[in-house]
Nanobody, 126 residues
Framework: QVQLVESGGGLVQAGGSLRLSCAAS????????MGWFRQAPGKEREFVAA????????YYADSVKGRFTISRDNAKNTMYLQVNSLKPEDTAVYYC???????????????????WGQGTQVTVSS
């Protein structure tokens, strides 16, 4: 079992920044990759970014490339998402998740992830 706790969300104006955190605990030793997803009201949960735990390889959705940066601190078992140049369309609940071990490459679909946090709300005002 893995437990994930997100934090760092909030209300910001367009153009602003936030740093989201995802603290992992439990059986994290076999983690290959972790990711961030987001879900806006009335929309499906969508992939945002992912990172491999050992070497830190990253992958981003096109919609956030150049604005968001994913990182991790292995010693703290914590993953981060620095979100800059926020737009109103970035408003959503942001979730972190652990990729299933059978996936040996970064995956971008929700079914490839089996542990999820409770989410943190990001609201961007125009």
């Amino acid at each position: 079992q893995v437990q994930l706790v997100e934090s760092g969300g909030g209300l910001v104006q367009a153009g602003g920044s936030l740093r989201l955190s995802c603290a992992a605990s439990g059986r994290t030793s076999s983690t290959y990759a972790m990711g961030w997803f987001r879900q806006a009201p009335g929309k499906e949960r969508e992939f945002v970014a992912a990172i491999t735990w050992s070497i830190g390889r990253t992958y981003y959705a096109d919609s956030v490339k150049g604005r968001f940066t994913i990182s991790r601190d292995n010693a703290k078992n914590t993953m981060y998402l620095q979100v800059n140049s926020l737009k109103p369309e970035d408003t959503a609940v942001y979730y972190c998740a652990v990729q299933r071990p059978q996936y040996t490459r970064i995956a971008t679909t929700t079914r490839a992830y089996d542990y999820w946090g409770q989410g943190t709300q990001v609201t961007v005002s125009s």
